[in-house]
């Protein structure tokens, strides 16, 4: 059985396998051609945290695959009332054909998994956002001219993504985050393994000048995550000069292109300028979270019985 929990599951072949997949279901899409490839099938969709384009996205792409999305809150089910994940994912997984969750621990996601008989994607945890960086990865692959990336930034679930697809796929990746808020260590020493097979190359600074020069995407996200609002006064003030700005944005190469998994607050992580001229950009990111999703769950589908 393959799950979707983290992209170091994966190998460079894999993923791309599953991005090629993903362009082909686009182009399908695109032309008003909906293959039922998961016929008949149901998606259990569980969320702790709220969302937009999660919700949307899986719903709408199982739908247009063939099945059905069933939406379960956390707050509606008896996971919110203290069952055992164990047992909860024992019951859902003997009802439904996949099961996607968005949760605050990556750990219950490892437990559902465990006990899961059917795959399971991470739609976020407070350590990744892996559906997210396929996206953003298809997004690079149509309009980016190269592949040198800077996310500047707060060193949150994105950050800790974005090691590992470039660590795996041999990437150029550049981080800069406000000392004290650097990626997990945990997944700095994973990247830093992937990039000796690789040959990733990983800059960690303090310095967003140093991190965008010359990129040809750059990378950014909010600084206050869901669940931790009362934190903001103290990071915008920590979070100074790391908006990405005109500035800011200028020390990229002419062409770069900017993206933001959304929802942006214009003013702290970007000026509302920078993001106003690379809409295009961010919006596509947005919309491919929808086909980049469709080829993840039709590729565990496929290996299911792996």
């Not at 069933?70 to 069952?83: A, K, M, P, T, V």
């Not at 996200?221 to 500035?247: A, H, L, P, Y």
Request: aromatic residues 8%; contains cysteine; glycine residues 6%.
């Amino acid at each position: 059985m393959r799950h979707f929990l983290t992209l170091n599951d994966f190998s460079k072949a894999e993923i791309l396998e599953i991005l090629n997949l993903a362009d082909k279901i686009k182009k399908e899409t695109k032309d008003k051609k909906y293959e039922p490839y998961l016929k008949n099938q149901t998606l259990a969709m569980i969320f702790e945290k709220s969302s937009t384009r999660t919700r949307v996205s899986f719903e709408t792409g199982i739908y247009q695959l063939g099945g059905q999305g069933l939406f379960l809150s956390s707050r509606d089910i008896q996971l919110g009332r203290g069952e055992p994940i164990k047992d909860t994912a024992r019951v859902i997984s003997s009802m439904v054909d996949m099961a996607m969750l968005r949760v605050y621990k990556q750990s219950d996601l490892v437990e559902f998994a465990k006990f899961s008989s059917v795959p399971v994607i991470n739609g976020l945890s407070d350590d990744l956002h892996p559906v997210q960086l396929m996206a953003d990865y298809m997004t690079i692959k149509e309009i980016a001219n190269g592949e040198t990336i800077a996310y500047i930034g707060d060193g949150n679930n994105m950050s800790n993504s974005w090691l590992m697809l470039a660590s795996i796929l041999g990437l150029e990746l550049h981080i800069a985050t406000p000392k004290g808020y650097e990626p997990n260590k945990n997944f700095i020493n994973i990247a830093k393994e992937n990039a000796k097979i690789s040959g990733a190359k990983i800059l960690l600074t303090h310095n967003p000048k140093e991190a965008i020069e010359g990129a040809n995407v750059v990378a950014t996200d909010t600084w206050i995550s869901m669940g931790q609002e009362d934190e903001k006064e103290r990071k915008v003030k920590d979070f100074e000069g790391f908006c990405v700005n005109k500035n800011l944005m200028s020390l990229a190469c002419k062409d770069a292109i900017l993206l933001h998994c959304l929802p942006a607050y214009r003013g702290y992580e970007v000026s509302d300028k920078v993001f106003e001229s690379h809409a295009r950009d961010i919006f596509l990111e947005a919309e491919n979270r929808l086909h980049a999703q469709k080829g993840i769950m039709v590729w565990l589908d496929a290996h299911r019985n792996d």
